[in-house]
């Protein structure tokens, strides 16, 4: 669901929907799925990851505060992935150890049928091995897929953007120099992040 606060400070928070806050975020490490909006207020120190976007009204404090913005990324794939690659790995050790047994079985002499019998089950379970590491992939690539298809890699900031804020789209991201005391919006350009100033033909409809 969504959650709809006034502030989050020093909070750990993940959310499956959007997040909408008042406020402020202070030094929070906070998570969602949908979008980010801190329309009136700041995000300043901590770590905010939204899988489809980020709007606040400051972003970053003057003083040494680390702040960091991920737009586009789901937080949940890399654990759902991992899941699924460590199912793989045991498919495929088991691929091995049944190989290796057949392989050295096949090698002897005087096979009797028996043997040939338990031959042709390990040769059905190694398809069936192959079959399940096959699905296995197949589902990976589907995650990442419609975690691309849902990405919006884009942050905006409507007022104020303070230098050593760090912003991320997707697996790209820059840290920020200069203060900006202008609306900007932190878009991708190829591989890299830019600041574009916010005008009509680039105002996002959150």
């Known amino acids: 669901g969504n959650m709809v606060a006034r502030y989050i400070g ?5 959310v499956a929907g959007n997040i909408l806050v008042g406020n402020e975020v202070s030094h929070s490490h906070i998570s969602c799925l949908g979008k980010i909006n801190v329309p009136k207020g700041r995000i300043a120190g901590g770590r905010t990851v939204a899988h489809q976007g980020i709007r606040v009204s400051e972003a970053g404090a003057s003083g040494a505060t680390e702040t960091v913005l991920i737009a586009g990324v789901d937080y949940t794939l890399q654990g759902k992935v991992h899941f699924h690659n460590e199912k ?11 190989g290796n ?11 009797t049928s028996q043997e040939r019998k338990s031959f042709a089950f390990f040769i059905q379970k190694l398809n069936n091995i192959d079959q399940a ?10 995650l990442k897929a419609e975690a691309a298809d849902l990405a ?4 905006l900031i409507t007022k104020e953007l303070w ?9 790209d991201k820059t840290i920020i ?8 919006i932190a878009q991708k350009n190829k591989r890299k992040v830019v600041l574009n100033p916010l ?4 105002m996002p409809e959150y």
């Open 133 to 142: 590491i096959a699905d296995e992939l197949m589902i990976v690539q589907k």
């Open 88 to 98: 793989i790995i045991k498919l495929e050790e088991a691929q091995e150890k049944i």
């Open 10 to 14: 020093e909070a750990n928070i993940e």
């Open 177 to 184: 120099r200069n203060s900006m005391l202008k609306p900007r």
């Open 163 to 171: 230098s050593g804020t760090t912003i991320q789209l997707g697996k």
């Open 101 to 111: 047994a057949l392989r050295k079985g096949q090698k002897k002499p005087n096979i």
């Open 152 to 155: 919006v890699e884009e942050v």
């Open 199 to 202: 005008g009509d033909g680039n």
